[in-house]
């Protein structure tokens, strides 16, 4: 099976399973405008100037400094890109957006609260109000004057959100929804104005609600005692037979679903973004760390397994900013394509739907990038890296969240799959046909299709075979367990590890080659961390698809499958050891990520 160029109806989510792209096709940090980067300047200053120099207050939850540096943020214009220019807001491509999350991502207190509120916490209204209800809350929130959060989670409802407990019933005069029940973990809560409440009408029908602080039986409780993100206010909220007037349902009754899901999409997105700014960070301190401290005679930089770990931050860091930029830039090109007979607001929210398999694929590949990177930075500075008056402390306390909101990572592996698999059978993505014509190719022995040629030709090779072994492992799995695939939930990670490996390889490969074709050997450390990130990352899913395959099939069934996912997974020798080391050399000669921008 040779996979088929990108063609405009195969331009969708998930697509790149199926498809092969150019390099001019992808998007990435070098493609960025000078008004994105402009606006990339003015949120990494506001964190600088602003947010920074008051951390340890805000660690003590000094009364109204959060809200304060939020209510700032919104008269720079940092707090409206979610919002369309006619409320008030800068209604920021899905570009500008990337890069201004991930430039606020300084203080990951802050980049929490900006998502609470200018995210999660703002999309509802945003995608799902009445024009009323826009023109009410939209211009407030978007300057700062109103603060908003999301509140969905309860204390026996999290990952299971339907099993939500909170009522709301029609009051007798028909004016007010009655709420009564708990939220929890309500990032903002502490402070805000405006509260996205999802509660069920009659008990049943789950639904969602804008309600205003001061409204009567509504309390928020104090803050929880968190293990990181301690800047960030965290509150349960309470509802005691509280009147919300009827006008403040949001979307239709029974529709709340539908609500509270498309929001975590757009967030999960986001939070990729602020994971790829504060991995970068923590390699900026991890590495002028290393070259400061010596040991033996010698900086620690020079240490080929603090090489290693640097190198590898900085490829991981790649592979991430890579992918996240290239899906930043599918959906701002399918949101500008003209559409007519349907708002540009509704268009995005259908594109952001399209792309849900890459908004989760940036929540946990970006959440496990940055949770790597901080905990070898803890490494580097070894014991001061324990100690609070050192910063990697902080950031691994504070990193560790990304993994459990917005969806923990084992729900959005399983979204991954069962995503793929829905748009399979309805043949939106033609993920049975591209089996069954790869069922074929093994059928008929080694193919003697065209093999890739020129620089990065393995590399282009075992990409190729990467997405093989994918179709081979699902097409398997599903082949054997069909609806019951869901329940087998080890192998459903298993293809959902093999899933963003497939699109961290592509991203940064065609990425490399983008870069190589316009600045040549200036792009060869680029190469280097594409290179070294496909190999491994080969292996990996060699490994993922032994596992799924030897958990479907047996006898000579999985004889026969091991022996074709050998052959697939084939691939050249390559010292990753020196690459690596390379790559650890360019991030030490300037003390930072070393492909920023480019
Ligand atoms: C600091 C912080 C801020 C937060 N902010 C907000 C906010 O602003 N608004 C809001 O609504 N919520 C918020 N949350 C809540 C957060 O979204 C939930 O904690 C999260 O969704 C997980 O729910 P849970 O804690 O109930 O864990 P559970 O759902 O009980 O999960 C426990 C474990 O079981 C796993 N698990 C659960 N179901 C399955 C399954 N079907 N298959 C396999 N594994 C499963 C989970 O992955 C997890 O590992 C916040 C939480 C924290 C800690």
Sequence with gaps: MATTPIAQSLNRGGAFLITTSAPEDIFTPADLTDDQRLIAQTAEEFVTKEVLPVVPDLELHKEGLMAGLLKKAGELGLLGGAIPEEYGGSGLDKVSATILAEKLAGYASFAVSHGGHAGIGTIPIVYFGTEEQKKKYLPKMATGEKLSCYCLSEPQAGSDALAARTRAVLSPDGKNWILNGQKMWITNGGFADIYIVFAKVDGEKFSCFIVERGTPGFSAGAEEKKMGIKGSSTVPIFFENSPVPKENLLHEIGRGHIVAFNTLNVGR????????????????????????????????????????????????????????????????????????????????????????????????????????????????????????????????????????????????????????????MAGVLPLIPAAMKLAEEVLSGPSFEETPSGALAEEERVLSQAKKIFLLAAGTAVQKYREQLADRQEIVGALANIVMDVYAMESSLRRAQKASALRGDGASVMVDAARVYIYDAMDRIEKEARVALAATADGDTLTTQLAVLRRFSKHNALDTISIRRRVADAVLAQDRYPFEGR
């Design 269 to 424: 997105f986001s939070l990729g973004a602020y994971c790829l700014g504060g991995a970068k960070n923590v390699l900026v301190a991890a590495s002028k760390y290393a070259k400061e401290r010596s040991a033996f005679g010698k900086p620690i930089a020079d240490f080929g397994l603090i090489k290693a770990k640097l190198g590898e931050m900085a490829i991981r860091i790649y592979a991430v900013e890579s992918m996240i930029y290239r899906s930043a830039g599918m959906v701002t090109a399918a949101v500008s394509e003209p559409k007519s007979g349907t708002d540009k607001t509704q268009q995005a929210m259908q594109v952001l739907e399209e792309y849900a398999i890459e908004s989760s694929i940036s929540k946990v590949v970006g959440s496990e990038t940055v949770d790597y990177c901080v905990d070898e930075a803890v490494q580097i500075f070894g014991g001061y890296g324990f100690h609070e008056d050192y910063p990697v402390a902080r950031a691994y306390r504070d990193s560790r969240i990304n993994r459990i909101f917005e969806g923990t990572n084992e729900i959005n592996r399983m979204l991954i799959i069962q995503m793929l698999m829905k748009r399979a």
